[in-house]
């Protein structure tokens, strides 16, 4: 059983010395985040729809932005009820009092900083490489040969969310040695699936996925170890869930369900008066306290800008939501603890208010399988498989031939820690780096220009 006096730390990975200052460490987490290369990148990294040309919709830059935003209220409002049961003047009540929020925040900043080009497509375009490869001989060896079952695990399933601890914790080549040293408090929020991926179990939500490489084992260790996370089986390594993971899980959930409805408006997708019923319907069934339907309503009608009103209707959904998932943590408070909620806050809702099932119903029917994302997602398996096709076996050969040192020279600095190992997983590694840290157009151009179909020029 998880204690809320146990399960924070101010401390960094890899530093136990509490720094002082005008900011906490937690703050300074939000802020190495907002400052970092891999957070930037975002801004050029699918979220739904193809990043648009006059229309603005949203990247995972934007939604992270706006998830950290709900985050840092969820944060606040669980924050305040937490703190209610600690004594006053103590580190706990003031950490729940005052730091949750700015905890939740910076996870929520970081919960998409692994994800590659082309959204979800570019995870499965990657996963795709590795099981259709299997039998690829590379210098008469099969690549499935190359590596034993829980390295071939990873391969073959790649997680934007492990990927997003390994951008967080590894020292990469000439960089810091534990990447961009955020306190423990803040890793262990982002960690939706706390197991390898041998032990992914469709039954239960934290392990529906993984969220550790093996080459990130002994960090997920350690920050398990600092925050007082129980481990439930040794092999294959499962953890409990921290209980902040479900808070940046719900601003996540929040966001995209609500906002990705916003979107098909703006883009002509779903009609007006589609949108504006599904969330009027919904603010009136969560019926949360401080919400008038009818008087909400009338607001509406009064704003004349079709965007404006669906986008003031969207604040109040998202308001509605965010009180409502709160609730639902606390009264599922105990079951968190112990690490046996087996749902996620909006699952919980879902399940309780019709409303919300059929905003979900009408994205994965009109937004999820619209023309336009289907596109994407066809092109992000193109274009990711075609340089995983050339990256890989250029790591793995032992007499890489000319053109394959041409290739590995095309590597970042940052990236060329192959050149220090032979281990093959290792290697295999630096190509999952290179690839999930492109963004779409750098990547639809280094495809166009290493297949010939562009002449690359020199700038």
Known sequence: MMQWERIFSADRIGHTKVESGPRSGFQKDYDRLIFSSAFRRLQNKTQVFPLPGSTFVHNRLTHSLEVASVGRSLGNIVGQMISCEMP???DSYEFYKYELANVIAAGCLAHDIGNPAFGHSGEK????YFTTNAGLHIEGTPLRSFFDERQWADLSNFEGNANSLRILTHRFKGRFQYG????YTTLGSIIKYPCEATA?????KH??????????KEAMHEIATRLGIPLQLEYPVVYSRHPFVYLVEA????CYRVIDMEDAHRLGILPHHIVKESFLDLIEKLKRSGDNAARIKLTCDKID??????SYLRARVINSLTAYAAEVFWNNRRQVLAGG?????LDVIETECDAFSAVMALSNEKIYNHDTVLEIEIAGYNVMAELLQLFVPALLKEAPDHKDKKILKLFPMQYREFEQTKIPYERAMNAFDVISGMTDLFATELYRKLKGIDIPQHR
């Open 251 to 254: 601003a996540d959930d929040i």
């Open 200 to 204: 992914m179990d469709s039954h239960f």
């Open 180 to 183: 961009l040293g955020l306190t």
């Open 305 to 310: 800008d079709g965007n404006e009103r669906i």
């Open 125 to 128: 375009a990657i996963s795709a």
């Open 207 to 216: 392990r529906k996925k993984y969220g550790f490489f093996q080459s990130e």
């Open 341 to 345: 909620f087996n749902d996620t806050l």
């Open 88 to 90: 006053k003047e103590t």
